[in-house]
Structures are given as C-alpha cells and as structure tokens.
C-alpha cells in the first residue's frame, strides 16, 4: 500500500489458481472501504470485480499454465479507479471495448452478465497487445448532481436579453472550493444538461477535480460576491498542452469583456507551468467563442466537423433545437515559440497542411514516408453521451489501419456513434500510407492537433455517419471559412470514392 495525504494506492499479484480467490475478497473488501461510497455501490462493485477475477481465473491462461493476476486500486476525496491486469491471452480489445457501451436496450452497459451502469461511472478495457488485457473501473465518489443538491437555488434558464446588471467592479481569480456550487449553476443555467462534459454538473467533483489540478477553474466575481462567470483549464491530453473551456458568462454581465479576462488569467497561468500551448473548440452555433480565441492570438488549426450532438443547446444564444451535430473549430495558442519540425504526411493534403502550419507560424519540413512496420499502438476513447469515439494511433503499424477499420464498424454497428475521429501521429514515417488506406474507409482530413501527445503533433481525419450541411456552420475568420469548406469538400472526396 502506497499512502500520501490524499491519496492510497493498493497493488496485489497473484497466480491463476482458484485458490487465490480468498486473499483477493479480502484485499476487495480492503479497497472498497471508502467513506463516500455506500454500501449498495460497494457491493456492486465488488461482484464486478470478482466477475472480472474469476474469468482471469478461468480464462485467461490456457488450461494447465500458470500466470499472474494483477490487481491496483486508488482513491482519493475524487474517485476510486481498479484496474485487474492478466498477462495471458490477448482478446479483441476493440470488440470488447465496444459492447461496453452500445447503446442497445438489451446490450447496454453488460459485462459478465451484470448491468455496469448501475455500478460503476466508467468502465474499460486496456489492451497491453501480447502481453495481455486490463479492466479498469472508474467510481466517481460525488455522486450528487446541481439539480438535486441542496444548495442548488435557482436554476431557471437565463433569459435571453435580460436587463443588463449595473455597471460595476468584477474580480478574477481561482475559484474557491466553496464556490463550486456556483459554477454548477452558472453551467446548468447557460446549457441545461446538454453540456458535453458531465463532471461540471456535480459540485463536489467540480471541487475535488480542482483540488487535483486536473482542472484549474477561474471566476468572475461581481460586487455582491456572486460569481458571474467561469472559464477553466483542462488537462485532458498527454502532450504538454491544456484545453480552455466551460466559458460561461451571466447574460446580465456580458459585454464587459469578462470571458477575455478569464482566458487571460487562465492563459498566464498555463505559461507559468511551461506548457507548450493551450487549445479551445470554438462551437461554430455562434461566432462569439471564435473571437475570443483570435484576440487572445490563438490560431486555427482543425475542424472537429460533427464534434457535439445536436442536442446541446446554448440558451439566451441559439435556439435549443440544432438542425445537425454542433461542429467545432480547434484554436491553438503557442506559448511560447514553436519549434522547426519534420513531418510525414499524404502527398494530397501537404498543401493543406502547409497552410494551417503557416498559419500557426510553425514552420515545417515534409520528410519522406516509408510504408509502416510492425505492430501499431491504438488507444480507443468513446463519449457514449456526445454518440463520438477518439481512436489514437500512438504507433502507426502494419496493422493500424485494419485496426482502426475493425473498431470503425464495432463502434458503429454496437455503440452506436456518430462521429469517429482518429489521429495519427505526424512525426512517424508510417503515417502517410495509413491515411491513405483511411480515406478508402470514409475517414477524411479535417486538420492538426499541435502537441497533444509527447511525441508530438497529430493529423486529425473524421468519419461521419450523416453528413453535414454548410448553413448552420458559422465562421468568423477567412482561413476557417477555407478549411470549413475544405474539409466538406474532403467528405464528398471520400465519400464518391467509397459509395455505400
């Protein structure tokens, strides 16, 4: 056991045999001694994890052959995650990983044999290749969202136009922990339930995710002491950048430059943490975000065409009800000077990428591509909620393509999804080709992720499963009208070279 101030760690290892099982319901038993979860959850947790033992147990070596089970468990005041690692015989981790989270009726959230929704927040499976599989479960420990709160006050939608509050001192800072029960109402009241990340509606979590740092949250405080505003960093990637978002602003405190405040002091505190550059998806329902990204000099770099269902509304800004999936653009801010680079990338999108890279005033050089070798590395994300799946390639091989292929049609055909992005890494030889094998699945260029990995930046392609039309994406800027359409030409490409 591993202990600091917030945080305990457990690992047990132990062989294949039956046997085993005893020590493993008591270190279970240990692990789920948390103060924030009931005794209803703990015992669902507790078969989910026994079901995942007993089938390691069972399954996972061949007959006769003795191996390990692994398992780690750790918890803070934000959640308990488990993951049970074996060591034996790989499994279609994509297949897998995609009846987890179909949406199905009778094949919803089933893994052996239990419903677990009602269990656990996030369930996954982690391919390790030759070297075997893990489960991960993830048990968020605030489970108390602002509409049930009891300090969630008045959450009626902010009107449209509302009378305009008197002109006044605002002040800008971190949020304190206490106050993030204001943030979950300035969200609620801005977006409903529509909002894409979940977390921002639970107080406690919201705190919690803060006192980490895995979010970093900034306020606007009106005279009162009332927040009026919230803009945060996110650090969602591996590379060393961090997303701004969940800008909100009270409609009676708009056009005072409130939301530019907010992103200026997130944006000095990424600088004071050395990171290469922060990144925000401007929504495209409205052109407000957009703005705010090119006055804080943040530059276009990719269209997330699709991104957000078209459920998310946006009151007192557009009308609830969106005629297609809510595309985004992705603004990249360099903070600090970027560096010369050599990429690989198709002979038919260089000129393309020439132009986003110029525009972000990185300069480049184009290497020459060599057909991929080996085993690749892909990483399966999906946001069952927003019907969208992530697959990064963080090694491009032989079999990357057909890899991404077979995910595209389980998590199509069994989880449903809408919106397939997949990124592939643009410092690596390999990568041409398989974007090429891509385009003849229907994938599509729409731009470039700048250092959202260690290894560098990531060609982005999407897949769709209804297309878009132009008219409802709204575009501030020239280039991001070009790479709009330029990517909308790139689907009707693809799409005439693969008739359904």
């Known amino acids: 056991m591993v202990q600091d101030h ?48 007993s089938d390691a147990i069972e399954n996972a070596y061949p007959p006769g052959e003795t191996g390990t089970i692994a398992l780690h468990a750790s918890h803070d005041n934000t959640a308990l995650v488990v993951t049970i690692r074996d060591y034996g015989l790989p499994q279609d981790i994509q297949k897998l990983e995609a009846g987890l ?108 995710l803060n006192e980490k740092g895995k979010n970093l949250s900034f306020v606007a405080v009106a005279a009162d002491g009332r927040l009026v505003g919230h803009y945060a960093l996110e650090f969602n990637q591996t590379g060393p950048v961090a997303e701004g978002g969940q800008a909100v602003v009270d409609p009676a405190h708009r056009g005072r430059k409130l939301l530019d405040r907010l992103k200026t002091a997130a944006i000095n505190e ?108 892909l990483i399966i994300e999906l946001d069952a909620g927003a019907a969208a799946a992530f697959l990064r390639a963080e090694l491009v091989g032989q079999d990357t393509a057909a890899a991404i292929r077979h995910a595209k049609r389980e998590l199509i055909e069994h989880s449903h999804v809408e919106v397939i992005y997949v990124e592939l890494p643009l410092a690596q030889p390999g990568m041409p080709l398989t974007a090429q094998n891509l385009e003849k699945e229907g994938f599509s260029f729409v731009g470039i992720a700048p250092q959202f990995s260690p290894k560098g930046d990531l060609l982005r392609m999407v897949y769709l499963t209804e297309e878009l039309a132009r008219e409802p994406i709204h575009v501030e800027e020239e280039i991001g009208r070009w790479l709009v359409d330029y990517a909308l030409a790139e689907r ?9």
């Open 101 to 208: 989270h179909a949406t199905d009726a009778s094949l919803q959230k089933q893994v052996f044999g239990l419903d677990w929704a009602k269990t656990a927040d996030e369930l996954h499976w982690i391919s390790y290749g030759p070297e075997g599989k893990a489960l991960q479960i993830t048990k968020w420990c605030h489970e108390i969202d602002i509409t049930a709160h009891p300090e969630a006050g008045n959450l009626e939608p902010f009107h449209s136009a509302p009378p305009l509050a008197p002109e006044q001192e605002y002040e800008i800072r971190r949020m304190q922990p206490d106050e993030a029960v204001q943030v979950s109402q300035l969200i609620y009241k801005a977006f409903g339930c529509s909002y894409s990340n979940p977390d921002v509606y639970y107080p406690e979590r919201v705190a919690a």
């Open 6 to 53: 917030q945080r305990l760690e457990f690992e047990l290892r132990v062989s294949n045999s039956p046997r085993a099982l005893a020590t493993i319901k008591s270190f279970v038993h240990e692990i789920l001694l948390h103060d924030a979860i009931n005794e209803t959850t703990s015992e669902g947790l507790r078969q989910l994890i026994m079901a995942r033992v």
């Open 270 to 377: 990424a600088r004071e943490r050395r990171l290469a550059g922060m990144y925000g998806d401007a929504v495209t329902v409205h052109t407000f975000t957009q703005k705010s990204n090119i006055d804080h000099g943040a530059r276009l770099s990719c269209v997330n065409l699709g991104m957000s269902p078209k459920s998310e509304n946006f009151r007192g800004i557009a009308t609830d009800a969106q005629p297609q999936r809510v595309t985004c653009l992705l603004y990249f801010l360099w903070l600090g000077a970027p560096s010369p680079q050599t990429i690989f990338a198709p002979a038919n999108q260089q000129e393309a990428i020439a132009k986003l890279y110029k525009n972000l005033e990185c300069p480049v050089t184009f290497g020459e591509e060599k057909a991929p070798e080996g085993h690749g590395e």
């Open 492 to 500: 009707l490409r693809v799409n005439d070279k693969n008739p359904t």
